[in-house]
C-alpha cells in the first residue's frame, strides 16, 4: 500500500485524521461523508450514533436508484441507514477528536471542514461454482479522510 496524502489543507488550526483501506462500501461511504461535511463535532459524533441505532437515515444523492423513501430527511427522498460505513466512518472522527486533544484543542468547538473518500485497493477473491467452474468475488476497499477546523 503506497502512502496517501491528504486531499487538501487548510488554514489555521486544524486536526485530521485518515481511516486506511477500510472494508466498507465505497457508496456508503461518500453518501456519509457529504452528510457530514460543515457539520460540528459533537452533532456528527450523534448523527453517527443514531445511523447506527437505525434512527436517523442518510440521505442519498448520488447513489439513490432503487433506494426507498425515508421519512425526516432534508434535501433529498431517498435514504439508507448504513450501519458498518457509519461505525467505520465514526472511528475515524474519534480518532480526529483524540488528535485534536493531543493538540490542544477544545473538540467540542470544532466542525467538520472536509470528510472525503478515496479508492482503496480491490481484495481479489474467488467463489466456486458447479463443475469446477469459478466466479470472481471481488472487495473493494475505501480510505477515509476527516480534518476538523476551530470555529472561530
Known amino acids: 500500500m ?18 486506511m483501506e477500510l472494508r466498507i462500501s465505497p457508496k456508503h461511504a461518500r453518501e456519509i461523508c457529504n452528510s457530514l461535511r460543515g457539520m460540528k463535532v459533537k452533532v456528527a459524533k450523534a448523527y453517527l450514533e443514531d445511523v447506527v441505532a ?10 439513490a436508484r432503487n433506494v426507498a423513501h425515508r421519512h425526516g430527511l432534508v434535501g433529498a427522498d431517498a435514504g439508507r441507514y448504513p450501519q458498518k460505513a457509519a ?10 477528536i483524540s488528535n485534536a486533544e493531543y493538540k490542544g484543542m477544545e473538540p467540542d468547538g470544532m466542525k467538520i471542514y472536509h470528510a472525503g473518500t478515496l479508492k ?21 476497499t475505501v480510505s477515509v479522510e476527516m480534518i476538523l477546523t476551530e470555529v472561530s
Open 87 to 96: 461505525k467505520a466512518v465514526l472511528e475515524v472522527l474519534a480518532n480526529a
Open 120 to 140: 482503496g485497493r480491490t481484495v481479489r477473491g474467488w467463489m466456486p461454482r458447479a463443475m469446477g467452474r469459478a466466479t470472481p468475488k471481488n472487495h473493494e
Open 54 to 63: 437505525l434512527k436517523r437515515a442518510v440521505p442519498f444523492k448520488r447513489y
Open 2 to 19: 503506497g502512502r496517501l496524502n491528504y486531499s487538501l489543507v487548510p488554514a489555521g488550526r486544524s486536526s485530521r485524521a485518515m481511516g
